[in-house]
């Protein structure tokens, strides 16, 4: 069974500050998919990395793949508070009749206080 | 641009009563998705429609059923809600079905109380 593990689950840090979040797996995954969903809303697509080892920034954030995809991070320079919300992150799983339906972490919940 | 629009924003149930969660979406998606998603449980695929004419169950499909009323619409229904069923329901919208890269686009969601 593929799971996603993610950490911490919750953060409140005051504006200014770094951070790093991180999703974690047993099982190796061809991609995943970082998500963040404000209060009242839908989760909103951040950024897919699909290399191991890769690296993609967004402004302040910067998200890494595993080598082994196995496991990816989301640091955040300079928080603010705009940055507050529930942080997703998402793999596809391959089951035996080739469906292919995306894992979902629990999520990490930041809190950036002004 | 709408996106992918869900009604209603809240609800509140009786036990035993039916209802049904509308959603459409305006770019011209081929794959749909019902997911709800819960405290402590993340978000749970409840059904899905890879594309029109087409529906698959998902992780927690028992108490409810779906219908892929035409491309852009999909809609689910509670035929005899439970308190169980109290969640935040959201639907969801790819291009086609996921794939390595492939994006969910969400709705706003339905908060849904089951009493």
């Known amino acids: 069974t593929q799971l996603l593990e993610q950490s911490p689950q919750f953060l409140s840090i005051q504006e200014g500050e770094n951070l790093t979040v991180y999703c974690n797996s047993s099982?190796?995954?061809?991609?995943l998919q970082w998500y963040r969903q404000e209060p009242g809303e839908g989760p909103v697509l951040l950024v897919t990395?699909?290399?191991g080892g890769e690296v993609k920034k967004l402004k302040r954030l910067t998200f890494q793949f595993g080598d082994a995809r196995k496991d990816s991070s989301l640091h955040i320079t300079a928080a603010q508070p705009g940055d507050t919300g529930l942080y997703l992150c998402?793999?596809?799983?391959?089951?035996?009749?080739?469906?292919?339906?995306?894992?979902w972490g629990l999520g990490t919940s930041l809190a950036v206080n002004p | 641009n709408a996106g992918v629009t869900q009604t209603p924003k809240f609800q509140v149930l009786k036990t035993g009563q039916s209802m049904t969660l509308q959603c459409a979406q305006d770019?011209?998606?081929?794959?749909m998705y019902w997911y709800r998603q819960d405290p402590g449980m993340g978000l749970r695929l409840i059904y899905y429609?890879?594309?029109?004419?087409?529906?698959d169950k998902g992780e927690v499909p028992n108490g409810y059923n779906v219908s892929r009323l035409n491309k852009r619409e999909f809609s689910l229904r509670l035929e005899s809600a439970a308190p169980s069923q109290t969640s935040v329901y959201f639907c969801?919208?790819?291009?086609?079905?996921?794939?390595?890269?492939?994006?969910?686009?969400f709705g706003s969601g339905t908060q849904l109380s089951v009493l």
């Open positions: 969801a919208s790819s291009v086609r079905e996921l794939v390595k890269d492939e994006k969910l686009f």
């Open positions: 990395v699909v290399t």
């Open positions: 998402a793999g596809p799983s391959f089951n035996a009749g080739n469906n292919r339906k995306l894992i």
């Open positions: 429609s890879a594309s029109e004419g087409t529906t």
């Open positions: 770019m011209n998606h081929n794959s």
């Open positions: 099982s190796v995954f061809s991609s």
